[in-house]
T-cell receptor
Framework: AQSVTQPDIHITVSEGASLELRCNYSYGATPYLFWYVQSPGQGLQLLLKYFSGDTLVQGIKGFEAEFKRSQSSFNLRKPSVHWSDAAEYFCAVAPVLGGGYNKLIFGAGTRLAVHP | DSGVTQTPKHLITATGQRVTLRCSPRSGDLSVYWYQQSLDQGLQFLIQYYNGEERAKGNILERFSAQQFPDLHSELNLSSLELGDSALYFC??????????FGPGTRLTVL
């Protein structure tokens, strides 16, 4: 069965420091890959997605992610964190179906705290 | 703002009751998806509708049902509610099977 693992439940970084959130997936082929962010009391906002092509993907708010097939990973990075980045981050995979997909399978999330 | 609207924002009800959650997708989006976010299960896919037809089913209980209407809005019906049904219910929409845009969610509390 497909699954997503986010090994870090909580991460705390200082403002201005770099960030890397880990995501590993289990799937027979290359799925579609996503990172979403959820601020307190808010819905999920798409940060970036990988369908195919260049394995380094740029997203909104200065985030990027790198797909590594050999490691079944899709880690999210940001070079310099801002206090407003404090939120919960979800990695998700979607099994590919005939060029599209339907359901998203989410990891448990990583809660990011930012110290001033 | 994703363009997906959900009503109500909060819902408090009692065990055994039935509730209906409503979702209006982004303009032009044909697909609607429902997800449940709970503390113990995390974010789980429930069901997908595409242009009025059910397309995919996930971990949706038999007590739950959904439909998508001709104007493309969708409703999720939850019946015989139990304490464990307390959760945040999200609706998402997409044009076909592309990027899913999530609504703000409906927080259901079952007392």
């Amino acid at each position: 069965a497909q699954s997503v693992t986010q090994p870090d439940i909580h991460i705390t970084v200082s403002e201005g420091a770099s960030l890397e959130l880990r995501c590993n997936y289990s799937y027979g082929a290359t799925p579609y890959l996503f990172w979403y962010v959820q601020s307190p009391g808010q819905g999920l906002q798409l940060l970036l997605k990988y369908f195919s092509g260049d394995t380094l993907v740029q997203g909104i708010k200065g985030f990027e992610a790198e797909f590594k097939r050999s490691q079944s990973s899709f880690n999210l990075r940001k070079p310099s964190v801002h206090w407003s980045d404090a939120a919960e981050y979800f990695c998700a995979v979607a099994p590919v179906l005939g060029g599209g997909y339907n359901k998203l399978i989410f990891g448990a999330g990583t809660r990011l705290a930012v110290h001033p | 703002d994703s363009g997906v609207t959900q009503t109500p924002k909060h819902l408090i009800t009692a065990t055994g009751q039935r509730v209906t959650l409503r979702c209006s997708p982004r303009s032009g989006d044909l697909s609607v998806y429902w997800y449940q976010q709970s503390l113990d299960q995390g974010l789980q896919f429930l069901i997908q509708y595409y242009n009025g037809e059910e397309r995919a089913k996930g971990n949706i209980l038999e007590r739950f049902s959904a439909q998508q209407f001709p104007d493309l809005h969708s409703e999720l019906n939850l019946s015989s509610l139990e304490l464990g049904d307390s959760a945040l219910y999200f609706c998402a929409s997409s044009p076909r099977t592309d990027t899913q845009y999530f609504g703000p969610g409906t927080r259901l509390t079952v007392l």
